[in-house]
Every structure is written in structure tokens, then in C-alpha cells.
């Protein structure tokens, strides 16, 4: 039961990443087209899907979640997921051959782990350990793989064509695939969604406000700011951890 879960979940990523990468060849607007989204009248499309998706379902849970439930509990359901996340980043920075971050994130994740209540508690911050936030698609672009055009996957959103086939990579080394009963999994699944989408409520109410084109700023802003990612983990080069993780973890929040 719960490998065929984990199958159905990672056959979503997959069936986003196959979907995108046959859109590359049909969808290349005219000479006018901005030359990193190439994909542009598909990628409004699936925005304008994600959207009613969005106003329909999402935020209006989001916002009741926010509203309803008390903020140590909200603390402590992104100190968890954040958690799980520390020991993923960490095997990147180490694909990065960054020893540093390596070692913090693993720290952070046996800490909190342990003696935080499974990351409830968020003990290695008070301690001082740093979180730098790291994923595949981020690693692969430390190692020279170009971004590729802009992708709007369904549901998921804002990507490029590396970091869609990085998300795949991710979606395999989610502990939460681990999880047992299915049930409990699934709730997690839901929960994470719904938490993720409450943090959000207010930059979205900024960005809805704002006398702009939405999607071209919400590309330009996911696509320079991976690329400013990626540049800073250069500029350390390789392996030095010359003291930038606090402001990764800024940066990637």
C-alpha cells in the first residue's frame, strides 16, 4: 500500500516534468518573446488553471487556517516540514562539496529530530546551527546545468526545465514518502500544501494589489532569484563555507 502510494506521487512529478518538456518544441512564440520563456501562451494557460485552482480551493482553506489556528501551532507545523528538509539539504551541499552547510543541516536535523519533538521545536536555531536551504535543481545548476526556458507546472507552479527535473529527485529523497499509514501520509501531504499556501497569503495580497502583469513579474522574480541563488554558491566556491549560510537561509525562505 504505501509503495503504491509513493508510485502514484512520484508518478504526479514525473507525468509535470514529461508534460513540460513536451511542450518545448510546440508552444516557442515569435522573435518578440522573451528568450527565457520561450513557452510563454502554454505557461499562462496552466497560470490561469492554477489560479482558479488557487481561488477555488487553496486559499480559502489557507486562509482559514490561518485565522483558526493559534500561531505556536502554526510555528510548530513549519518548524516539522522545515525540519525534513534540513537532511535533503544537506546531502546537497555535499553533492556541492560544501562541507559546512553539510554538517549544519545534518546537525540541525538530528537535533531538532531528537530533542525537539520529532522538529516541533526548532533547537538548533536557538542553539545557533544555521539552515541553508538546498535543492537539486539548485545543485545542478552549481555543476553548470543551464535553467532551460520557464516552466508554469499544474498545480505546482513556477519552475524552469532543470529544476522541474530536480523536483523529481526531490520528490524521491521526501521523507515523507516514508510515512506510515497512507492515511496519516496523505494528511501530512495536505497539511504541508495548506501551510506552505497560509505563509503566502500576504505577499499574495501585495502582488494582487500591485499595478503590474503578474505572471511576468512572478517569472522574473522566481527565475532571477534561483539564478542569484545558484551565483552565490559560486562566489563561495567550492566546499570553503565561508560563513553565507545565514543569508541563504534568508534568501530561500
Known amino acids: 500500500m504505501s509503495n503504491h502510494h509513493s508510485g502514484r506521487h512520484r508518478a504526479f512529478h514525473s507525468g509535470a516534468l514529461v508534460l513540460s518538456l513536451s511542450m518545448l518544441g510546440a508552444c516557442a512564440t515569435g522573435p518578440d518573446a522573451n528568450p527565457r520563456d520561450p513557452l510563454e501562451p502554454f505557461n499562462r494557460g496552466v497560470t490561469k488553471f492554477n489560479d ?8 480559502p482553506v489557507a486562509t482559514v487556517y490561518q485565522d483558526v489556528t493559534p500561531t505556536l501551532v502554526q510555528t510548530g507545523v513549519g518548524n516539522f516540514f522545515s525540519n525534513l528538509g534540513d ?16 554538517t ?14 520529532g522538529g516541533l521545536l526548532d533547537i538548533a536555531s536557538e542553539a545557533g546551527i544555521p539552515r541553508t536551504r538546498i535543492d537539486f535543481g539548485q545543485t545542478m545548476g552549481r555543476w553548470g546545468m543551464p535553467s ?21 529527485v526531490d520528490s524521491q529523497a521526501d521523507l515523507m514518502t516514508e510515512i506510515t499509514p497512507v492515511s496519516a501520509r496523505n494528511s501530512l501531504y495536505a497539511l504541508r500544501i495548506v501551510h506552505t499556501r497560509a ?12 499595478a503590474l502583469d503578474k505572471y511576468s513579474f512572478t517569472r522574473d522574480l522566481y527565475l ?22 545565514q543569508e541563504d537561509t534568508k534568501s530561500n525562505d
Open 52 to 59: 482558479a485552482v488557487d481561488e477555488a480551493v487553496l486559499k
Open 87 to 102: 537532511l535533503w539539504s544537506s546531502v546537497n551541499a555535499a553533492l556541492q562539496l560544501r562541507p559546512r552547510e553539510a
Open 104 to 117: 549544519e543541516n545534518l546537525a540541525r536535523f538530528n537535533l531538532n529530530t531528537f530533542f525537539g519533538l
Open 148 to 168: 532551460g526556458p520557464y516552466v508554469v507546472l499544474p498545480v505546482l507552479g513556477p519552475s524552469s526545465v532543470r529544476d522541474t527535473a530536480g523536483l523529481l
Open 199 to 210: 505563509s503566502l497569503l500576504r505577499a499574495g495580497a501585495v502582488l494582487e494589489g500591485a
Open 224 to 245: 532571477n532569484r534561483r539564478q542569484s541563488q545558484i551565483d552565490d554558491m559560486i562566489d563561495k566556491g567550492i566546499g570553503t563555507g565561508d560563513g553565507g549560510s
